[in-house]
């Protein structure tokens, strides 16, 4: 009797500890769908980055990064087709958030550092100070990011009216304004381009990158908020809490500052875009940045 007590009380024992004990066996069953804004390179390393550590550290089944249109990207998280997108740059979002309404939370900003956005050219065109002065600075074109972006928006509507400029805004993928305004910079030819920070190219050692360049100033203000310091956080749907407290605790303490986010994003450069193979070799190195919100996503598993 007494044998077979004591094997009764180790079996509870073990059962317990497994049901109780935050490992990755308990999400083994479970998926989440992120939402990417297409061409955005901080977007793209952060989702992959989150999605190799839910599937690794938390023991995910799938985590799936959705590629769409930023509008879409919105409307798939209030909907539900996706829990969670983790760049929004407030104020210059505040239209699609009014939008979304309350089917999604807005999180605390997880960027730890000072943005900037606008238009810029390269340091060469020395007498083109203002966005006023590209009509006589030989430049013909404004080369642009996606066309879902708002800037891609606001050049063409508001920008180019209110300057009357003769130069033409021509959306592209991030990765092709940059291919293009390398190629421009190598000839010295005049040209206007829309960049940001953080992004490898505003990095001091940028890679693939020689472009010197410098923000134009908007006396008019046609750029609205967008060339002004923006907060970068993420919104989940509104049933995230309750549906995975796991992942909703995950996104609420994950943090980043600027050289982390930078230096995840070379890392991807280096792996030939892949980001994937990128996100693992930045976690060999800096799992602490991460480690905080790994240790809040297991309290709320283990809760």
């Known amino acids: 009797?007494?044998?077979?007590?004591?094997?009764?009380?180790?079996?509870?024992?073990?059962?317990?500890?497994?049901?109780?004990?935050?490992?990755?066996?308990?999400?083994?069953?479970?998926?989440?769908?992120?939402?990417?804004?297409a061409g955005w390179t901080e977007n793209v390393a952060v989702s992959n980055l989150t999605k190799v550590i839910f599937e690794e550290d938390l023991?995910?089944?799938?985590?799936e990064a959705?590629?769409?249109?930023?509008?879409?990207?919105?409307?798939?998280?209030?909907?539900?087709?996706?829990?969670?997108?983790?760049?929004?740059?407030m104020p210059n979002h505040q239209d699609l958030m009014a939008e979304v309404g309350d089917d999604v939370e807005h999180l605390p900003p997880w960027y730890e550092g000072q943005t900037t956005f606008g238009m810029a050219v390269p340091t060469y065109?020395?007498?083109?100070?203002?966005i006023a002065d590209l009509n006589g600075s030989g430049a013909k074109e404004i080369i642009g990011i996606d066309p879902g972006a708002v800037i891609s928006q606001t050049?063409?509507?508001?920008?180019?009216?209110?300057?009357?400029?003769e130069l033409e805004y021509k959306p592209t993928s991030t990765a092709a304004m940059l291919s293009e305004a390398q190629r421009l910079y190598d000839d010295k030819e005049p040209f206007a381009f829309v960049?940001?920070?953080?992004?490898?190219?505003?990095?001091?050692?940028?890679?693939?990158?020689?472009?010197?360049?410098?923000?134009?100033?908007?006396?008019?203000?046609?750029?609205?908020?967008?060339?002004?310091?923006?907060?970068?956080?993420?919104?989940?749907?509104?049933?995230?809490?309750?549906d995975d407290p796991v992942a909703y605790a995950f996104l609420k303490e994950f943090r980043?500052?600027?050289?982390?986010?930078?230096?995840?994003?070379?890392?991807?450069?280096k792996a030939g875009d892949d980001a994937i193979k990128g996100s693992n070799a930045w976690l060999e190195d800096n799992h602490d940045v991460v480690q905080p919100a790994i240790d809040a996503a297991k309290q709320a598993q283990e809760s």
């Open 59 to 63: 023991g995910y089944k799938e985590v």
């Open 1 to 37: 009797m007494t044998m077979a007590l004591g094997l009764v009380v180790a079996v509870v024992l073990v059962g317990c500890g497994e049901s109780g004990g935050g490992g990755s066996a308990d999400n083994s069953s479970k998926t989440l769908t992120l939402g990417i804004a």
């Open 195 to 242: 960049p940001w920070c953080p992004s490898t190219h505003c990095d001091e050692e940028p890679v693939n990158w020689t472009v010197d360049w410098r923000y134009l100033e908007d006396p008019k203000n046609a750029l609205g908020n967008l060339d002004q310091p923006a907060k970068i956080s993420s919104i989940v749907n509104e049933d995230l809490p309750d």
């Open 155 to 165: 050049v063409p509507e508001e920008v180019i009216p209110a300057y009357n400029l």
């Open 125 to 130: 065109m020395t007498d083109t100070k203002s």
């Open 66 to 89: 959705k590629t769409l249109d930023l509008g879409l990207v919105f409307e798939g998280v209030a909907g539900g087709d996706l829990q969670a997108f983790q760049d929004v740059w």
């Open 256 to 269: 980043m500052n600027q050289s982390e986010l930078i230096s995840l994003e070379k890392e991807i450069e």
